[in-house]
RNA sequence: GGGGGCGUGGCGAAAUGCAAACGCGAAGGCCUUAAAAGCCUUUGUCCCAAAAGGACUUGCAGGUUCGAAUCCUGCCGCCCCUACCA
């Protein structure tokens, strides 16, 4: 099977030597070229590079490409992600050090896309796990710490009781632990926060104005940081005049109604509201159990809504009427104040709630003709609502409030479900947080000269009992920077996450030791123009990076607003209808792809396969076809190689120049019918397919245009009724070869590059520019108008281009094929479109 | 419960005024001692002996329009995200 294959491997072997011998790719800042940075997401080493990957680098490599080829300075980079709890997990499996298991995996990794030919500039790579990368997080944490953007506090998190550590929720699956399977449960911990809320605003703002990125992560965006406009206000508690429970609400409207309020379990209130000491034993059992309940069963959709009733009542101030106060497991106090005014006519959890404890339902807006529903979330007539009667809803939320603030007993408010971000982790492999506790000054940040603090490698990593930091007496004991005291170094590491969001940034100056990078540089590069990436990124990294980059502004270190101007989402790689993964054992391996096929083959396929945003469907079928198109481009031009070779080279106009043809080859202009259709149908590919990339990212129906130019220069050489003149044959088939040569290269870079140099060129294809369609080629004199008769196609007119409407009609009413479709009727109306069709409306 | 997306041949998918481009698969043929590779033809369904021709067809039911896979409404199915967010 494979015997006729062309030598991929020694070609593929050859040019990526090339390559990297003459350092083609590397870059620098040049103002007088228009800049493009191409941003792939940065891999964690976990091993082996994945057919994901190959998607994700080969889309980026095809767009670096291009617009290198479209005349622009490409800043196109590659680096890992090397913290992260899977190389200890690796230690504690196979007793290797996480530094020793990552740098292998980088080693494998690199060479893995090394033989893949994407175009990196291998000199700007950049490994997190490194102290000269962190050491700038570490300094950005000591900026953030002074600022008040990162701080200290004690919070309720995931826990995980067999692994003894707290779990990132991305690492929490249905309520499991994603290593052990063990319940998560929650835990109060102390722990360091980024102030991501501080800028929840300004990122919700800047979604509006992000038209390079897919709607459906900017709606997850928006939907994640979740503002929500209500107010905040006081009740009163009967008897207590010391003790005001603040509540926020959406709905200041349905105040009328409200029958009762809530208070979250844990709420700092409750122990100073209950005196009684039995009332105090059942608040103790009522939190216990809610404690207890599980991540699992919090998740399940009807989980009961437990209560329990205090003594005390609160008074409404809407009504001044007395209503009970309960703790219940269905508010929470991590968001809005932890209370709530409960108003069951008009939210249906309130609903629930008052209908298991038997409490009284009023309705407050007007409900619909025929409305058989509960609770009322529409819009309508107030109505029991005192001064608010006879509003609409959004009236009555205005008026309510500004009675509220009338009587300062509140103030409209703002909130937001976005929380600020949890960084720490009690964890081994990962950035040490440059803080310490000095037992005379407290908490002191590390001094900026002892940065970085470098994260010791003799460990014991067992996985039981916290960060292994923390029995590492040599990093643990330190000296305070502020007063040379005794101090006790902070063992919580950054989340991997912080790496990550600013990795973009450190590869326009990966070398730079000054700062956390140059100026002058990201000034140049950023922001990035084209980042490409899995969607399951749509929040976290993406918004983590945006947050960060807005703080590196603030810092007076960037300039830019936002990092990302564009963002291509990818789909995922399937098969057999499930994610690869080595559990479900439907891996394909990106070596067996290569070794089979070669790499070209291999990205072909998969920009072939699928638009880019959709998941892409396997197929061992699909490669064998992409592999035989590559095969046919090779077969054709070593078959006609000397015929090729007399041609005049290079007869294709380029973009950004007018006229003529480069390097003094002279532009075919056939004379046959056959010849001008075939030269035609050549630049048509060349729009085509630059249309494809440039707008819409259709890599696979660009490739299909290169499928059907191919096909077509099969056609045209066999000749078979010898109707293209021999002097024009060569000519028209060098134009069309170096044409699919040209348009293929970026997405079979080694294959069409060894083709290039057969034909006699001696600069690699990528130094040459893209292809522009000569306008003079694609002009038609006739084109084929369809004529319908009410909306069914009944005939075709073969007429000239631009022919007039008149003419048209006449044309398409005398024709004889439509004739019979309209003798009978009466024309009622005919429309033309022209250039397109006819479409005859009758009646009978 | 909330939000978003998708539904087209045997399959992956094209198509904003001619539905099914391109590729895969399948069937038949050529080449070959034979195979591999390659090449050629056919390939949505139905009516008709066949051709010519015609009818039907984009999850289902309606609507807008001269014209709808495409826009609108409702329903069905699948996928993703999110989740007691007050």
């Not at 298991?356 to 529903?373: A, F, M, N, S, Y």
């Not at 003094?664 to 590919?685: K, L, N, W, Y």
Request: proline share 6%; aromatic share 10%.
């Amino acid at each position: 099977m494979s015997s006729d294959r062309y030598p991929f491997r020694e070609i593929e072997a050859r040019w990526q030597r090339t390559w990297e011998d003459t350092k083609q790719f590397r870059v620098t800042e040049d103002p007088s070229r228009p800049k493009f940075y191409c941003l792939e997401m940065f891999p964690y080493p976990s091993g082996r590079i994945h057919m994901g990957h190959v998607r994700n680098y080969a889309i980026g490599d095809l767009l670096a490409r291009y617009k290198s080829m479209r005349g622009f300075n490409v800043l196109h980079p590659m680096g890992w992600d090397a913290f992260g709890l899977p190389a200890e997990n690796a230690a504690i499996e196979h007793g290797v050090h996480p530094a020793i298991w990552t740098s292998e995996n980088i080693d494998y990794m690199r060479a893995q896309l090394k033989r893949l030919g994407i175009s990196y500039d291998w000199d700007r790579e950049v490994n997190t796990c490194e102290p000269e990368y962190y050491r700038w997080e570490q300094l950005i944490f000591i900026r953030m710490l002074e600022r008040g953007l990162a701080y200290r506090k004690r919070s309720t998190v995931n826990w995980c009781p067999s692994c003894q550590t707290v779990l990132a929720n991305e690492q929490v699956e249905d309520g499991r632990c994603w290593r052990c399977d063990s319940e998560v449960m929650p835990r109060e911990v102390d722990g360091w926060f980024f102030k991501i809320t501080a800028y929840a605003d300004e990122l919700l703002a800047w979604c509006d104005r992000l038209p390079g990125w897919p709607e459906r992560v900017l709606t997850m965006q928006r939907n994640w940081i979740g503002r929500s406009e209500g107010a905040e206000f006081d009740l009163a508690v009967g008897g207590r005049p010391g003790i005001r429970i603040r509540v926020f609400t959406t709905r200041p409207d349905t105040a009328f109604g409200m029958t009762y309020a809530v208070l979250a379990p844990e709420h700092p209130l409750v122990d100073r509201i209950v005196t009684d000491a039995r009332e105090a034993a059942a608040v103790a059992e009522f939190r216990a159990e809610v404690a207890k309940e599980s991540e699992i069963e919090r998740l399940a959709a009807d989980r009961p809504k437990r209560g329990l009733r205090l003594r005390a009542e609160v008074v409404n101030p809407f009504n001044g009427a007395a209503i009970p106060l309960f703790l219940a497991n269905y508010v929470l106090m991590g968001y809005g104040t932890g209370a709530i005014m409960a108003v069951p006519g008009e939210d249906q959890r309130d609903w629930d709630f008052a209908r298991q404890h038997g409490l009284p339902i009023i309705e407050t807006v007007k409900r619909p003709e025929g409305w058989t529903g509960e609770a009322y979330t529409g819009d309508g007539v107030k109505i029991n609502s005192g001064f608010l009667d006879g509003l609409t809803v959004a009236d009555a939320k205005r008026k309510a409030t500004d009675w509220l603030v009338k009587q300062r007993l509140g103030e409209a408010k703002v909130n937001y479900r976005l929380r600020d971000w949890g960084i720490s982790r009690q964890r081994y492999w990962g950035a040490p947080i440059p803080v310490l506790y000095c037992e005379a000054c407290g908490m002191v940040p590390e001094a900026e000269e002892n940065l970085p603090v470098v994260l010791p490698r003799d460990v014991q990593i067992s996985g039981k009992g916290g960060s292994p930091l923390a029995s590492h007496p040599a990093f643990v004991n330190a000296t305070c920077p502020a007063c040379g005291g005794r101090a006790r170094r902070e063992t919580d590491t950054m989340d991997t996450f912080v790496e990550s969001s600013w990795y973009f940034l450190r590869y326009c100056s990966p070398r730079y030791e000054g700062s956390i990078f140059e100026r002058a540089a990201a000034e140049y590069w950023m922001p990035v123009d084209q980042y490409i990436g899995g969607i399951e990124h749509a929040v976290l990294h993406l918004l983590y990076a945006r947050f960060y980059t807005k703080v590196l502004r603030d810092l007076g270190l960037v300039k830019v607003d936002e990092p990302f101007t564009a963002l291509l989402s990818q789909g995922m790689v399937i098969k057999d209808g499930a994610k690869m993964s080595k559990s479900k054992g439907n891996v394909v391996s990106d070596e067996f792809i290569r070794e089979k096929y070669g790499a070209d083959t291999g990205r072909l396929f998969e920009l072939f396969a699928a638009p880019p945003e959709r998941d892409l469907e396997w197929s061992d079928q699909g490669i064998e076809g992409c592999s035989r198109f590559l095969n046919r481009v090779w077969r054709f031009v070593l078959t006609h190689q000397t015929e090729l070779a007399g041609a005049p080279p290079e007869a294709v106009r380029v973009h950004g120049r007018s006229g003529g043809a480069v390097g003094g080859g002279v532009s075919p202009h056939p004379t046959s019918d056959t010849g001008r259709a075939f030269r035609r149908q050549i630049h048509e590919t060349i729009q085509r397919v630059t249309d494809d990339i440039e707008h819409d990212f259709h890599f696979n129906t660009a490739i299909s245009a290169i499928m059907e130019l191919v096909n077509a220069l099969y056609a045209f050489e066999s000749d078979p009724d010898g109707r293209v003149p021999p002097a024009e044959r060569a000519p028209l088939m060098r134009e069309a070869v170096e044409t699919v040569l040209l348009l293929l290269g970026p997405f079979c870079p080694h294959i069409t590059e060894e083709l290039w140099a057969r034909l006699g060129h001696r600069e690699s294809i990528f130094t040459r520019r893209w292809p522009a369609a000569d306008p003079e080629a694609l002009k038609k004199k006739a084109v084929t108008i369809v004529v319908q008769v009410d909306g069914r196609v009944r005939g075709r007119l073969l007429v000239d281009v631009d022919a007039a409407e008149d003419r048209l009609r006449q044309l398409a009413l005398g024709d004889e094929r439509v004739r019979p479709w309209v003798v009978s009727r009466r024309v009622e109306k005919v429309v033309v479109v022209p250039n397109r069709l006819v479409n005859i409306v009758t009646r009978a």
